[in-house]
């Protein structure tokens, strides 16, 4: 393998590490999100504050939502993994 | 861009920096309806002239680039694919990346506001995360200044000769970070604190999005180096074209 691909791989590793590391560390959360706690914060320093706005469409339940972001991936790495797949093709073709 | 496009952004970007100047002000997105409505409209009219040059720097990579707009494509969906990613953090609360850095570098910062916009939009729209009437400010934060942020250092550690790996690295994870500061400023202004002010204000809200956002902004520096790592082996015609590699 390439030096470059070993490079790769040791970064992809690296980098889910870091994102598995605080779920070992942190036993009592359950990682909501932060704007959640943003939201909090504000009700805290701002307790007159009335939201004035509130979402066109919001998602019925957490598992619509989780679908929903799931079709945002989805679209990102699908159309991300075609292109890729093309430019490799055409690699493979210019050295033939 | 030629002469009539530069008068147009110029000209919003004065009507921007007036709007700017009048004192109005009395990590995730900004929630929906969270900032008063004076500060959406003034976030908006801050973007406008981004948006306007993005729009003219995308029209010319489409006239005089035109096969490298398979590699914008690929940063858009780059964009997605992070924006949708939430992540667990060493604060206990997670967030998500914004995926702008690799556009920024690439395109430079005009043309990724346009791609941050429509991630936003579409977070807004179908999944009542962030909101349409912070959607301004929220396109500020991600779209504009992070990718403004991560092409400056970017441009700074190419002058300095450092390593190009590296520089990528720094650049998309200070601009990572840089996003998340200007939303706590941005909530900062528009919830100061009884007790302590704006300043207490912001030392909490960078409390909450910017702590939670370092190592995430990690995981955008080393993703965003690996997709340059692809994209130098098999999109080098494209990457000189760009002008990121040399002819």
Known sequence: MTKRGKLVIVLLLLSAVIAVVPLILIQDSEFGGADGAAEEAITEIDPDYETWASPVIEPPGGETE??????????????????????????KHEKN | ??????????????????????????????????????HCILWGILCIPFLIAGFFSINRTRKEHRKTLLIFAMAGAYAFVLSALKI???????????????????????????????????????LAH????????????????????????????????????VSIFLAAFLGDLFTYCVTSV???????????????????FLGIFAVTQIPLAVIEGILTVIVIIGLESYAKSELKELGYLSR
């Open chain 1, 66 to 91: 989780s679908l929903l972001f799931c079709v945002q991936a989805g679209l990102g790495a699908g159309v991300f993994g075609f292109i890729l797949g093309r430019l490799t093709e055409r690699k």
């Open chain 2, 1 to 38: 861009m030629t002469v009539k496009q530069r008068k147009i952004v110029l000209a919003s970007s004065i009507i921007a920096l007036s709007f700017g100047i009048v004192p109005t002000v009395s990590a995730m997105h900004i929630m929906e309806g969270f900032l008063p409505p004076s």
């Open chain 2, 88 to 126: 667990p953090s060493v604060t206990g609360s997670s967030s998500h990346m914004t995926g702008t850095g690799l556009g920024a570098i690439l395109f430079g910062p005009a043309a990724v506001s346009i791609l941050g916009l429509i991630v936003l939009i579409f977070q807004a729209v179908l």
């Open chain 2, 130 to 165: 962030g909101g349409l009437t912070t959607l301004g400010a929220n396109t500020f934060s991600m779209a504009i200044a992070g990718p403004l942020l991560t092409y400056g250092v970017y441009k700074l550690c190419q002058k300095m000769k450092m390593n190009r790996l």
């Open chain 2, 186 to 204: 941005q909530l900062a202004f528009s919830h100061p604190s009884e007790v302590g002010g704006m300043a207490a204000s912001l030392a909490k």
